[in-house]
């Protein structure tokens, strides 16, 4: 299975604890955009809306691809009520967007599941002429807040993380944006904090892709080990996020 398509398998879990997005980058990207009633989005890969409300709730004419059957299907259940949201369930790769054209495309932590050639030309095709690509992705630090707690957890990687499919993504580059004609690119740093117990901190690790397929029994043992590393460090762990907005537009 595609690492892409391993969240499809754990819907619930992963609208539950995958984590949201920065309030303030929200505010700052519909005010650059000016997202309105008169503005036409294109989501890729909302999961199940982790970066979707404060876009839709705009009142933009919203449109999203999600590629997982139930990932999907969440998202109809929790947006299908509201009358400007439009998803289809289909590869971004692959699919045919016909005439659509977008003032604005997003990606929350999914376009680098792409080719990079593909993300950045495809897009580039569907924004109309000034229209801006937009991507977030989170950097969690739990290293500066209890620095014992992580070289514990690091421990614990070292000895029981051995997933059953190599990781080998990682290498997306946001700024070769301009290599495929977009302009005015900018990174913008926004910054907040998340604190979870124990059992919150492991459904989160669960909703790793790359924690998923970390074979039986050693991914039992791994949980294990570290639900008690924070159970012996106060019994709270905590990750100051920079949520990371890029920007970049289509020339006018």
Not at 35 to 62: F, S
Not at 106 to 133: C, H, M, V
Not at 135 to 156: G, H, S, V, W
Not at 192 to 221: A, L, N, Q, W
Request: glycine letters at 6%; aromatic letters at 16%.
């Amino acid at each position: 299975m595609e690492f892409r398509k391993i969240f499809d398998t754990i819907p619930e879990q992963f609208d539950k604890f995958r984590p949201r997005y920065s309030l303030e980058l929200f505010r700052f990207l519909i005010d650059n955009v000016s997202v309105g009633p008169d503005k036409t989005v294109l989501e890729i890969g909302p999961g199940t809306g982790q970066a979707t409300d404060p876009i839709l709730m705009t009142g933009c004419d919203y449109n999203a691809i999600e590629l997982g059957e139930h990932l999907f299907e969440k998202m109809r259940e929790k947006y299908g009520k509201y009358p400007n949201f439009h998803i289809v369930n289909d590869d971004f790769i692959t699919h045919d967007f016909g005439k659509q054209r977008f003032d604005l495309i997003y990606s929350a932590a999914t376009i680098q599941w792409i080719p990079e050639e593909i993300a950045f030309s495809k897009t580039y095709e569907l924004l109309k002429p000034g229209g801006t690509l937009a991507m977030m992705l989170t950097r969690a630090d739990y290293k500066t807040p209890n620095e014992k707690l992580y070289e514990e957890i690091q421990k614990l990687y070292d000895k029981y993380y051995k997933p059953d499919i190599p990781y080998t993504h990682g290498s997306f580059k946001y700024d070769h944006a301009s290599d495929y004609g977009f302009v005015d690119f900018k990174e913008h740093d926004f910054y907040g904090t998340r604190e979870m117990d124990p059992d919150e901190y492991v459904s989160f690790c669960g909703t790793h892709c790359d924690h998923i397929v970390i074979p039986e029994p050693i991914k039992t043992e791994f949980f294990d080990g570290l639900k008690n590393a924070v159970i012996n460090n106060g019994g709270r762990i905590v990750f100051k996020d920079t949520y990371v907005l890029y920007l970049t537009k289509k020339p006018e």
